[in-house]
Structure formats: structure tokens, C-alpha cells
């Protein structure tokens, strides 16, 4: 198993370009099991879920190409119905993929989703939703089957904005017949994404982004080309590590309002920030004020997968913050990491209260899942002497080669 080995110190400086969403490629890339042609997607980037997805349309009978940085799925080859459980259980995303693979075959099986072990993670609401359009479900030894001979669009209000219920159901609805309307769904900028790409395709969904979402039920979606949005998530992460270890950097090929509510904070707190069309530059001098209060929420609130690194931006500022984790009940698990290296934080259930230290000093630690390696690799970046990251292939899970990306803004950390 890869390791980063961190010399901390170094600040950061120079421009870097953000990839392309991972979680809007997860969605997306389920959505191609809807088309009856041939889909191009651009710019598809190398993340670990990403080759996994891959490789579970591959087992369901598409027809999966790379083309350099772009990626073709042929899926008017497919052939099966199931996802068995070695595939399955790799990727929280194979869940996603009952919605389309019901629309498309009327019966499909999937096993209980793996992905990042952060909480109970329940799926209750996208079966509540695919039963709801008439989808007969059973679950035994951990395997869902579904069938849906029949799907009836239906008006299906999400007891929670679940992203993952969101988009199962958006899915399976574009072959059901009628209308289907989602009231409280995810407002994720991933969900309009999805929306574009299957209208893209022929499909007819409006709402993405507000609080109703309408899925027209159409006949066979077509061929398409697409390039997903850019990963806001990654963007937070780097501006992050430049308002940690100090530093000018420009983030490029990102839509800057998608994370305002991580920039609006920095902002209050003195890191001077600068828009430009699709370019965020953030500027770092020296310690800053610490957020009093972060609470994780729904978009467009402050996002749970930056919640990690934000901390370890807080270990290191002037003051206390309080940061509440909302969304996933087991999701602090880089805090007796960070406490390792130095930082002052308290934990009382979902809430950690972190008072800003001096500095964090570097130690072996280890990456229990994707975004808490993030913050690993933050703090390492800003620890006095050397920090050992292990469970990096969590952090390959939804990071292109971070090593490289850090380095060339400056960060002294490689794999080993
Ligand atoms: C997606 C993202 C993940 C992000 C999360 C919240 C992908 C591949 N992953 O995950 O990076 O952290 O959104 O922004 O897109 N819940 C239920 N019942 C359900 C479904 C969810 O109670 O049927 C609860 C979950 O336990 C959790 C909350 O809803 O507390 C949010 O989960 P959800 O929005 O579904 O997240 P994911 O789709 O799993």
C-alpha cells in the first residue's frame, strides 16, 4: 500500500486546474446505462471510484473505452442486470445504479454499497422512491432486487435532500410513465449536472437545483457528448491547503459561486479572495482569525466532504471553533490524527471544538477515508518536520495524483 511522506513547512504559490467533479462522474456515468447509443464524456479523470464505475458498466455488458483524458460507453450492449457484491461493495456509487438499470432492463440487483465508512449511511429513501414509481423490491443477504416491469411516475417527497436518493429516483424516472415530481430533493450543483447530461441525451427533466425537481417520462435516450462540471470539493480542498500553509495560489476551472459558502468564510476571516470568471485566487499571510461556528449541511450550506480539511485550518488559527457535523455520525475520524500532530480539539458527539495552536508537528497517521486524507495531507503540509500518511488509496479514491498537484505549487510531500 502507497504512502505520502510530508515535509511540512513550505507555503504555496503558482496556478492549478481543477478536474472534473468525481461525484458528478459517479452520477453521470450511471446515467449512460439509460442510453440506447453511444456516450462521450470529457475530461474523465483517474480517480479510483471513477475506474471502479468502469469497470461495474463493463460487467453489466457496456462497451467502456478510454480515449486519453476522454472516456465512451457504449451501452446499447448491455447485457446484465446485476452488480455483484466484490464490485459493488468497492463503490458507495453502485447503488446509484439501480434507478437506470431498472428504467432500462426492468429488473436489476445490486448488493449494499461500499465507499468512504463515515456513518450508517441507510438508503431507505431511494427505495421509498423507487417503490413509489412502482418498482417491487426485495432485500435479502444483503441484496437488493429489484423489479419494475411497469414504472409509474409518481410524486415522491424526500423526507431528507439525500444527493444519492435524488438521483436514483431522477433516474429511474425517465422511463417511467407520466411525470414524476421530487419535492425536498438534494440542491446539489452535481444533481443539475445530472440533469443536463440526461437531457443531453433526449431526456426531459427540469427543477435541478430547486426545491421540486419534474422528471417527463420519455421513449429511448440517445447519443451524446457532455464534459461534467469542474470538482468543488477539490477546489475547497486546495484553497484550503494555501489558507493553511500560507501562500498566493489560483485555483482554475471553477465555478466560483459553488463554493462561496467555504470562500464567503475565509473571506470574514481576512484571506483575501478574488473572482474571476472561472478562476479563484486566494492570498494567505500569516495567521488568521478562526471561524467561530461551522455546521455542515445540505447544499448550499457548508459541505460535509469539506468539513476535514476545514479543521485542519482551524488547528492552526487564532481562537476556537466549534464545527458540527450534521450529515454523517461518524465522520471526525481524522480528529485523533490531527490530535497527534498536535492539535487542541475536543469532541462531545458531532461537535468538535478545536483551539487554534501554534503548529502541528509531523507523525505517522493514518487516512481513514477520502476527505479526512485530505486534511491529513493539509496538515502534514503545514507540520514542523516530516508526517507519514498512510491509507492513501482512500485519498486516490476522489484525488488525481495529489502529490503531484501539491508539488507543483510548492508542497514538499511524494509517494513512497
Ligand atoms: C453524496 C456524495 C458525498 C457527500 C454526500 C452529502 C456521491 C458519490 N457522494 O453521498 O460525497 O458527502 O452526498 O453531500 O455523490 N440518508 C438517509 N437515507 C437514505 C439516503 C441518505 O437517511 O436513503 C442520509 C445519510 O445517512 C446522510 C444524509 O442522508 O446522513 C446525506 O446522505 P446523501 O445525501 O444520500 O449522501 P450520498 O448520496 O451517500
Request: one cysteine or more; proline letters at 4%.
Amino acid at each position: 500500500m502507497d504512502k505520502f511522506l510530508v515535509n511540512g513547512g513550505n507555503s504555496l504559490s503558482g496556478s492549478i486546474v481543477v478536474p472534473k467533479a468525481k461525484n458528478s462522474y459517479l452520477a453521470i456515468l450511471s446515467a449512460c446505462v439509460l442510453c440506447f447509443g453511444v456516450v462521450t464524456l470529457k475530461e474523465c479523470p483517474h480517480f479510483s471510484d471513477i475506474n471502479k464505475m468502469l469497470d461495474i458498466l463493463s460487467h453489466l455488458g457496456c462497451r467502456v473505452t478510454r480515449q486519453g483524458r476522454d472516456v465512451e460507453i457504449d451501452a446499447s450492449t448491455i447485457s446484465h442486470y446485476d452488480v455483484p457484491r466484490e464490485l459493488g461493495h468497492q463503490v458507495r456509487s453502485s447503488i446509484f445504479l439501480l434507478g437506470p438499470i431498472i428504467g432500462r432492463l426492468k429488473h436489476a440487483r445490486v448488493s449494499y454499497p461500499g465507499g468512504c465508512d463515515i456513518g450508517l449511511r441507510p438508503i431507505d429513501l431511494h427505495l421509498k422512491g423507487l417503490r413509489a414509481l412502482n418498482v417491487n423490491i426485495c432485500e435479502e443477504y444483503g441484496i437488493i432486487d429489484c423489479v419494475g416491469e411497469n414504472l409509474i411516475g409518481h410524486d415522491i417527497h424526500l423526507d431528507y435532500p439525500s444527493v444519492g436518493a435524488t438521483e436514483n429516483i431522477m433516474m429511474a424516472g425517465v422511463y417511467a410513465k407520466g411525470i414524476t415530481r421530487i419535492y425536498n430533493p438534494a440542491k446539489e450543483p452535481e444533481i443539475v449536472d445530472l440533469q443536463n447530461f440526461i437531457n443531453s441525451m433526449g431526456g426531459k427533466i427540469t427543477g435541478g437545483g430547486t426545491d421540486t425537481i419534474i422528471i417527463e417520462g420519455v421513449g429511448k435516450l440517445h447519443s451524446t457528448e457532455y464534459t461534467p462540471m469542474s470538482d468543488r470539493i477539490i477546489a475547497g480542498t486546495y484553497l484550503l491547503a494555501a489558507a493553511t500553509c500560507g501562500g498566493d495560489i489560483t485555483i482554475k476551472n471553477v465555478v466560483p459561486c459553488h463554493i462561496c459558502s467555504l470562500t464567503s468564510k475565509l473571506k470574514e476571516v481576512g484571506f483575501e479572495i478574488f473572482d474571476k470568471n472561472d478562476n479563484i485566487r486566494l492570498v494567505s499571510r500569516g495567521r488568521h482569525k478562526s471561524f467561530s461556528k461551522i455546521d455542515t449541511m445540505p447544499y448550499p450550506g457548508f459541505p460535509t466532504d469539506l468539513q476535514p480539511q476545514t479543521m485542519v485550518l482551524q488547528t492552526v488559527s487564532r481562537g476556537v471553533s466549534v464545527i458540527t457535523e450534521n450529515l454523517f455520525e461518524t465522520r471526525l475520524k481524522h480528529v485523533p490524527e490531527l490530535i497527534k500532530m498536535g492539535a487542541n480539539i475536543k469532541v462531545h458527539d458531532r461537535c468538535a471544538i478545536v483551539t487554534g495552536v501554534e503548529n502541528l508537528y509531523g507523525t505517522e497517521v493514518t487516512a481513514s477515508d477520502l476527505r479526512a486524507g485530505a486534511a491529513l495531507v493539509i496538515a502534514g503540509l503545514k507540520a514542523q518536520g516530516q508526517t507519514i500518511i498512510s491509507g492513501v488509496e482512500n485519498i486516490d479514491r476522489g484525488y488525481e495524483s495529489l502529490e503531484i498537484a501539491l508539488s507543483s505549487l510548492g508542497a514538499d510531500i511524494k509517494r513512497i
